[in-house]
């Protein structure tokens, strides 16, 4: 077992990924930030300087202080306090965990959906591949906020007034994930097209093996390179999806605060003069997205035959 991981690792820095991945300096950076956010984020209790749900550790006699380097500043925070006396940086981290938690969720359950229904349709081909695709075709005539919006308002509709905030998260994963699906399903069915014709998948035909093991067995795994770089690319659109939903106040609920409603609360205070409020989770995300986004193209790249 210790032989097999030592030659996989060989393998891997032997690679065209690897070398692809290291004489490329901006992807190494963007690399270098998506960790240090994703870590930050995920042990935010460790790394952040104060709790921002910890009643205890904050004052609302700290309200509204600039970040540290104005003259108004103080060194306990950094970017600065919100109009509770919360520590900015603090906030920041915490709420980048409820956006990521929310992008990768939904990124993964919008992937499962998509690889289930591009599988069977490409498989399938006939009627059932006309009407799996005449539904990916209506949804794609409209915009993934507005899917979202559409889910979440039915969603809402639907539960009672009472648990609208305890279920807003696994609500909002469930409302991006149906607006994001038919990216893969399409993907997914060209590709499965193309490997229903070879002969391993013949060959498994001709032996009687049963059409799911054949699909997830033995096409799924032919099919995945491109849905891998569907999955990073829309992370960053799932975080931007659910920071939108969170600013038009349809998402994450203040108790649980994202970068998107970090940056709706800051809003009202921006031309009042604390523009650190909004600015600092601003920024937070627009790094995030740019770092994920510069990997997605990277790794496109990368898997492309045609461009080695």
């Known amino acids: 077992m210790v032989e097999y991981f030592i030659d996989l690792r060989q393998r891997f820095f032997a690679s065209d990924i690897w070398w692809s991945f290291k004489s490329s300096p901006l992807v190494v950076i963007a690399a270098f930030i998506t960790v240090i956010i994703i870590f930050s984020s995920v042990f935010a209790s460790y790394v952040a300087p104060y709790n921002p749900f910890d009643l205890a550790q904050f004052d609302l006699m700290d309200a509204l202080k600039p970040p540290a380097w104005m003259a108004e500043g103080t060194s306990k925070f950094l970017l600065g306090t919100d109009d509770q006396g919360r520590d900015v940086l603090s906030t920041i981290l915490y709420g980048s965990r409820v956006s990521l938690l929310v992008g990768f969720l939904s990124v993964i359950f919008a992937m499962i959906i998509g690889i ?3 599988l ?12 799996l695709m005449r539904i990916a075709d209506v949804q794609l005539s409209f915009p993934a906020i507005l899917i979202a919006l559409l889910v979440d308002g039915i969603a809402r509709g639907l539960l009672p007034k009472n648990s609208h905030d305890e279920l807003a998260i696994y609500v909002l994963i469930v409302a991006i994930a149906l607006s994001f699906w038919v990216q893969y399903a399409r993907t997914v069915r060209s590709s499965t097209m193309v490997e229903r014709t070879k002969e391993y998948v013949q060959a498994a035909q001709v032996i009687g093996l049963p059409k799911l093991l054949i699909l997830f067995r033995h096409i799924l795994p032919n099919v995945m390179g491109p849905v891998l770089v569907i999955a990073t690319i829309q992370l960053a659109l799932a975080v931007i999806t659910e920071a ?13 605060p994202s970068l998107g409603t970090l940056i709706r609360v800051g809003n009202d205070y921006l031309f009042s003069g604390e523009w650190w409020i909004t600015v600092f989770p601003g920024l937070a995300l627009v790094i995030l997205v740019l770092a994920v986004n510069i990997l997605g193209d990277w790794l496109r790249d990368a898997l492309n035959p045609k461009l080695r």
Request: no cysteine; charged share 5%.
């Open 244 to 256: 939108t939903l969170s600013f038009l106040g349809v998402g994450v609920p203040p108790t649980s």
């Open 120 to 131: 069977i349709a490409g498989y399938s081909g006939g009627w059932v591949d006309a009407v």
């Open 116 to 118: 289930v229904v591009g």
